[in-house]
Nanobody, 127 residues
Framework: QVRLAESGGGSVQAGGSLRLSCEVS????????VGWFRQSPGKEREGVAS????????YYADSVKGRFTISKDNAKNTVYLQMNNLIADDTAMYYCATRVGARGVCLAGTWLTRSDRGQGTQVTVSS
């Protein structure tokens, strides 16, 4: 069973930065893809980014391209989401998720809209 622990959220002003962390524990063979999605009241869940562990290819939603970077620290089995130039629309609860399967599915990003969610971490951006 895979366990996920998100952290790093907070309150920042527009233009600021945050780095979210997702610590993944459990059987490493049970996942080869990690992603982040976000959800805020009144809005649909949005897949933000994902990374395929096989070759570290990445996916980003158009809304965050050029501002967010997803990466993985192999030594710690932790996936990060570096968020720069934050805007008010980035305000949401952020969750990470894992899956095992094809590279193409991982990098399509749509699987994130159907993933189970954990505790999440809140990001609030004030303008």
């Amino acid at each position: 069973q895979v366990r996920l622990a998100e952290s790093g959220g907070g309150s920042v002003q527009a233009g600021g930065s945050l780095r979210l962390s997702c610590e993944v524990s459990g059987y490493t063979n049970s996942w080869n893809c990690v992603g982040w999605f976000r959800q805020s009241p009144g809005k649909e869940r949005e897949g933000v980014a994902s990374i395929y562990i096989g070759d570290y290819s990445t996916y980003y939603a158009d809304s965050v391209k050029g501002r967010f970077t997803i990466s993985k620290d192999n030594a710690k089995n932790t996936v990060y989401l570096q968020m720069n130039n934050l805007i008010a629309d980035d305000t949401a609860m952020y969750y990470c998720a894992t899956r095992v399967g094809a590279r193409g599915v991982c990098l399509a990003g749509t699987w994130l809209t159907r993933s189970d969610r954990g505790q999440g971490t809140q990001v609030t951006v004030s303008s």
